[in-house]
């Protein structure tokens, strides 16, 4: 299994601060996708970085891989109450397989 | 956008009964998946299914599982002969290739009494 595991457990802030999470993960990768999950529902998927990428943006997200480090870090700027939620890294080799996920909390 | 749909959003079965929990995928996808959650643990693989098979399972999906693509749009999970320990959040997935995002449904709540 490649089974990415994220770091740290969890995260409070407060409105409008960054909030940063990492990844790692054990063997070689095709991509890493990073998700979303607000208590109680379904998986939101938020941005997809290729092993040959090094860093992807996607609107108030910034994601880097470290393929030689086997980590990926998921930087979430000027964060909202909305940001609440459960962060998730998975890596696919066809099959995700999630870690057990960051939970951010932001404070109004 | 299109998105992933899942009936019902909560299923509540008696233990032994059989349930079947359904999923639209997203209508040009080709890759389709189900996982599981158990209430405050990680998110597990069950099944892959491609050109109306199953390509990968893991050690979860027993003989008490099967899926079906029983027409063009729903891709359905039966649960055989429930157990109290198969209640779970069950998430239907689809992806358009095999190495692509994958799109979650919100999920099925299945409590097993």
């Known amino acids: 299994s490649q089974q990415g595991e994220e770091d740290p457990q969890a995260l409070s802030i407060q409105e409008g601060e960054n909030a940063t999470m990492n990844c790692s993960y054990k063997?070689?990768?095709?991509?890493l996708q990073w998700y979303r999950q607000n208590s109680g529902r379904g998986l939101v998927h938020l941005i997809l970085?290729?092993?040959?990428?090094r860093e992807k943006h996607s609107g108030r997200l910034r994601v880097t891989l470290d393929t030689s480090k086997k980590s990926s870090s998921l930087l979430i700027t000027a964060s909202r109450a909305a940001d609440t939620a459960s962060y998730f890294c998975a890596t696919n080799d066809y099959k995700l397989s999630f870690g057990a996920g960051t939970t951010v909390t932001v404070r109004a | 956008e299109p998105e992933v749909t899942q009936t019902p959003s909560h299923q509540v079965t008696q233990m032994g009964q059989e349930v079947i929990l359904r999923c639209v995928p997203i209508s040009n996808h080709l890759y389709f998946y189900w996982y599981r959650q158990i209430l405050g643990q990680k998110v597990e693989f069950l099944v892959s299914?491609?050109?109306?098979?199953?390509?990968?399972k893991s050690e979860i999906f027993d003989d008490q599982f099967s899926v079906e693509r029983p027409d063009g749009s729903n891709f359905t999970l039966k649960i055989r002969s429930t157990k109290l320990e198969d209640s779970a959040m069950y998430f239907c997935?689809?992806?358009?290739?095999?190495?692509?995002?994958?799109?979650f449904g919100p999920g099925t709540r299945l409590t097993v009494t």
């Open positions: 997935a689809s992806s358009l290739d095999r190495a692509g995002e994958q799109y």
């Open positions: 299914f491609y050109n109306n098979e199953i390509s990968e």
């Open positions: 063997t070689s990768i095709n991509n």
């Open positions: 970085i290729r092993s040959n990428e």
